[in-house]
């Protein structure tokens, strides 16, 4: 071994073969050398481990990383291995001779990376052994799982920061997720509070056009868009099994070369379409987002949404698949008022305890407030990752600026005929109310004899459709699950229905609003009394006087 150290750049060739480094690691590998805790979040495949692995290498003594996967550890050991490095992992996986061959080198003081599960840090033994090792950093890798907020929760991760102060060493934490709840929790539980530098890099994919568009005619728009980029490989998402099949059909139908992909296949035929998309070229897979884990396709050049997807990290993730090469690749994202109150419907009646579906609909919003943004998507989408400068020109937004509307009045008619029917139908009913329908449902419930009957005349029913849509979109109102799905009004509706906010709506997607037929009326059955729970609404609609006729709720 020489005896000064060889720089980081120098390491980062002899040791891990790279010329120069992703954009942010040179940054987030001088503040982890420094010595300062760190909190960097980069996207999948950044090259995160690169930033605590090369500093570990430069400085004295053992880091330990902890990792929540025995997989991940394994593949990071064996690639520090075969660079030369001494590494080990200490898991439940272990065979006796590697956990004796990582005692020894920790003996033997020529251990540089120790991996183990946050599970280990239960036993008060391993904190010993890391104190009397040397250990000088901690490093966490997919540092989330320390986040209630989301999906990975591991309840053993509370206990690094405790670690950390008895260690009394630096810590730098590593994560994809970046959405403020979980960055705020991270710094909470690792870092006592006291906020560490923090880095957030590299989720711009200025290669991928943006693109979203409302189900007009989903099936020819996900064909007109295959079309337009025949011969080249894509990947077309959708929410259903049965959907990737009959979606593959149609596409073979059009010359395309297409299959189907989802869970529910033999693993066999799985395999056999996953090395066809390897191997071939203009190979279409029609998929369920079973397809994507592992996927290393590096010219994808296109990736559709035929269903929207649960949330903007989903979103990101699947588009995040195209263009890996760096070349132009494109992007599609439908998504209709049926989406929505399926994603809704998928979070309500999961097994997640209260507030985590709270957190879904939170991130389910995000994405809809993307799918309907009003300026750039880009902006809008980096935004939410917590990334600020970018530079854009290549998104559908960009390229035609949306057209707004105040649709104040309108949402308002909107949420008064859900408030006047008591929160229990949905969007069909509704529209017939605003229209002056008089059909045999609307005069069984005497609602032709409501205020807002008809006053919505203005609008034609799939302009109606598409402003319950955004409402939903803007989360203003719900659809109930338990209720068939009925509307139920958020509270962010409620200064609008007061009349103290305004609210904006999309014009150009309204003119591409849904024109399949309406999902079936929404009707609750019961013919209850409807009228006591309409007169504590009304009393709680405070100043009256300054609402439009229809909205004034006389007794
Ligand atoms: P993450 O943990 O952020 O998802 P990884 O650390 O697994 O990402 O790195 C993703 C890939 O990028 C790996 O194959 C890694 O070898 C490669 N990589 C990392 N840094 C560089 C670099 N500076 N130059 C080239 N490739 C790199
Ligand atoms: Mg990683």
């Not at 035929?306 to 263009?323: H, M, T």
């Amino acid at each position: 071994m020489p005896h000064t150290t060889p720089s980081p750049t120098e390491l980062l060739a002899s040791v891990f073969g790279f010329s120069a480094f992703r954009p942010g690691q040179k940054d987030i590998v001088d503040a982890v050398l420094g010595g300062k805790n760190t909190l960097a979040i980069m996207p999948t495949g950044g090259g995160k481990s690169l930033c605590f692995q090369l500093p570990a290498l430069c400085r004295e003594g053992i880091t330990v990383v902890i990792s929540p996967l025995i997989a991940l550890m394994r593949d990071q050991v064996r690639a520090l291995q075969e660079a030369g490095v001494v590494a080990g992992a200490l898991t439940s996986g272990n065979t006796e001779e590697e956990t004796d061959a990582v005692w020894n080198a920790i003996e033997a003081g020529t251990l540089k990376l120790l991996y183990i599960a946050p599970e280990r840090l239960a036993s008060s033994g391993t904190e010993r052994m890391l104190k009397r090792a040397g250990c000088n950093l901690i490093a966490v890798d997919e540092a989330h799982c320390v986040s209630q907020w989301g999906h990975d929760f591991r309840p053993d991760y509370l206990r690094i920061g405790e670690l950390r102060k008895t260690l009394d060493v630096p810590l730098a934490a590593f994560t994809a997720t970046a959405d403020a709840e979980t960055r705020e929790e991270i710094v909470t539980r690792l870092f006592d509070g006291t906020p560490p530098e923090t880095f957030l890099h590299g989720f711009d994919r200025p290669n991928l056009t943006l693109a979203f568009a409302a189900k007009d005619s989903p099936r020819n728009q996900i064909l007109g868009f295959a079309a337009a980029r025949k011969g080249q490989s894509g990947i077309v998402y959708c929410g259903t099994r049965n959907k990737t099949e009959s979606l593959a059909r149609a596409l073979r139908e059009a010359g395309h070369s297409a299959c189907h992909y989802h869970g529910g296949m033999e693993a066999d035929d799985r395999r056999i379409v996953e090395r066809r998309f390897q191997a071939e070229d203009g190979l279409i897979v029609v998929a369920t987002i079973a397809f994507g884990m592992g996927i290393d396709k590096p010219d994808i050049r296109w990736v559709a949404h035929a269903d929207l997807p649960k949330s903007v990290e989903a979103y990101y993730q699947e588009i995040g698949r195209a263009g890996r090469d760096g070349a132009p690749a494109d992007t599609l994202t439908l998504y209709g008022s049926d989406d929505i109150r399926f994603r809704r419907q998928q979070i309500d009646e999961g097994l997640a305890p209260p507030e985590m579906k709270f957190a879904d609909h939170a991130r389910l919003n995000a994405l809809l407030g993307l799918a309907e943004a009003h300026e750039c998507r880009r902006k809008s989408l980096l935004a939410y990752f917590g990334d600020t400068e970018v530079t854009c020109g290549n998104c559908d937004l960009c390229e035609t600026p949306p057209d707004l509307f105040d649709a104040t009045t309108s949402v308002r008619k909107a949420l008064s005929a859900i408030l006047r029917t008591d929160e229990r139908f949905g969007a069909g009913h509704l529209i017939d109310i605003l229209l002056g329908n008089a059909t045999d449902r609307i005069c069984q419930r005497g609602h032709d004899a409501l205020p807002t009957f008809g006053v919505g005349q203005e609008h034609s029913k799939p302009i109606w459709q598409a402003i319950f849509r955004q409402m939903m979109g803007q989360d203003l109102i719900r659809p109930d699950p338990e209720r068939h799905g009925a509307f139920r009004m958020t509270q962010a509706a409620r200064p609008i229905l007061r009349g103290e906010a305004n609210i904006t709506l999309r014009r150009d997607t309204l003119k591409t609003a849904d024109r399949r037929p309406a999902v079936k009326a929404l009707v609750s059955e019961e013919d209850a009394p409807l009228l006591s729970a309409l007169k504590a609404k009304r009393r709680a609609l405070a100043d009256a006087e300054s609402l439009p006729a229809y909205m004034i709720f006389n007794d």
